[in-house]
């Protein structure tokens, strides 16, 4: 059975760093393109960054481009998402979720597009608060 676990979320404060951790079981990671979304209240949820498994190539949206990046543990079977400089605006229910790998599927698409509605599997989320 896929699982995916998210951990590392906490109450920060403007301009702390965390990083997320995204945590597979029952399958390998790496044959998967992951993303990254979140969910604040009263707004739809949005993809923050997304990584192709064939070519690592990476998708982050533009809020957060240059404060977030998404490496990967493939010993770990993990998938992280460090961020940087946080904002108050970045609070919210961060999920990761996974598709079956392909390399004729760019990664923006699985963040911003109608594929991101048909995700393998998600996790429960992990609760970002920024604030002062």
């Known amino acids: 059975q896929l699982q995916l676990v998210e951990s590392g979320g906490a109450l920060v404060q403007p301009g702390d760093s965390l990083r997320l951790s995204c945590a597979a079981s029952?399958?390998?990671?790496?044959?998967?393109?992951v993303g990254w979304f979140r969910q604040a209240p009263g707004k739809e949820r949005e993809g923050v960054a997304c990584?192709?498994?064939?070519?690592?190539?990476?998708y982050i949206t533009g809020a957060v481009k240059g404060r977030f990046t998404m490496p990967r543990d493939d010993a770990k079977n993990t998938v992280y998402l460090q961020m940087d400089s946080l904002k108050p605006e970045d609070t919210g229910t961060y999920l990761c979720?996974?598709?079956?790998?392909?390399?004729?599927?760019?990664?923006?698409?699985?963040?911003?597009?109608?594929?991101?509605?048909?995700?393998?599997?998600w996790g429960q989320g992990t609760q970002v608060t920024v604030s002062s």
């Open positions: 029952g399958f390998t990671l790496e044959d998967y393109t």
């Open positions: 979720g996974v598709w079956p790998g392909t390399p004729f599927i760019a990664p923006v698409y699985y963040c911003t597009g109608h594929v991101s509605q048909n995700a393998e599997t």
């Open positions: 990584l192709r498994n064939s070519d690592n190539e990476t």
